[in-house]
């Protein structure tokens, strides 16, 4: 699998300064917060490109945020946001665009979302899809969307129809091994988190979720995309990042030397 970073974690650090450290913790590729080149002049993206491919980095995923069922204002805004970010992905050269039906705890969940509010959705996803055929839209699993279970994910995936639109799967209670075996046909990209027992995000080797574990499985099952580690709380340090890669590794390369073992 290709080990990701999503350059959130330090949001007040300019991308320019991030990459080397990227590629300095080992790290494959960046997943792209997209206010760190929203707005840039098309040379600033060219120039980011060319500095990543020398470190050699892959740009894997631009992440923007995204409204499609709460209001018509949110859903214009949205679209102006897609083209925006479908114009960025193509210069840096990144494959995917991490998606959501909503974004926030005000978003609409598959819980109380009626039948319009899906028709609104499916209908902006395939216009977003089909105006760019090049590029994957990989929908994050998240409360408060239309994906945040994987009952409703599928159901997403499968009313909209597309073959450009794909999954951004995130390990949770909810989202467990056997829902990534569920959504397997349509996962390309992965967040890689952890929590306290309280439900709080932390340190992806501190948390009490079996996320090694959990890594260890989709190596053993031939998982060949991207995974990022994402940390949107404070607190991230280069020292964190760079433990959080070696652990992810760790298990990756331990599940596919256990998958590859012969049997006794």
Not at 59 to 76: A, F
Not at 92 to 98: A, D, Q, T, V
Not at 183 to 188: C, Q
Not at 195 to 206: L, P, S
Request: hydrophobic content about 40%; glycine content about 6%; aromatic content about 8%.
């Amino acid at each position: 699998m290709k080990i990701c970073y999503c350059t959130i974690a330090m949001r007040e650090e300019p991308l320019e300064s991030q990459l080397p450290k990227i590629a300095e913790a080992g790290y494959d590729g960046v997943e792209i917060w997209f206010r760190h080149v929203d707005g840039r002049p098309d040379a600033d993206l060219e120039a980011l490109r060319r500095r990543a491919a020398a470190l050699n980095l892959a740009l894997e995923v631009v992440s923007p945020y995204m409204w499609l069922t709460q209001t018509p204002e949110l859903l214009r805004e949205t679209f102006e946001i897609v083209e925006r970010a479908v114009a960025a992905a193509r210069r840096l050269g990144c494959p995917k665009i991490r998606t959501f039906t909503d974004s926030g705890p005000t978003g609409i969940g598959s819980d109380r979302a009626s039948p319009q509010h899906w028709r609104t959705a499916v209908e902006a996803l395939r216009r977003i899809c089909d105006a760019a055929p090049d590029l994957r839209f990989v929908v994050e699993t998240h409360e408060w969307t239309l994906a945040d279970t994987p009952g409703s994910a599928e159901r997403l995936m499968r009313e909209v129809d597309r073959p450009n639109l794909r999954v951004n799967f995130q390990f949770s209670p909810t989202f467990d091994l056997a829902a990534y075996h569920r959504l397997k046909p349509w996962i390309e990209h992965m967040h890689v988190q952890n929590r306290t027992a309280e439900g709080e995000g932390t340190w992806v080797e501190e948390g009490t979720m079996d996320l090694g574990g959990f890594i260890a499985a989709i190596a053993r099952d031939g998982y060949r995309h991207s995974v990022s580690v994402e940390y949107c709380f404070p607190g991230a340090t280069w020292e964190r990042i760079r433990s959080a890669r070696a652990f992810v590794a760790s298990h990756a390369d331990g599940g596919r030397r256990s998958a590859a073992a012969p049997e006794k």
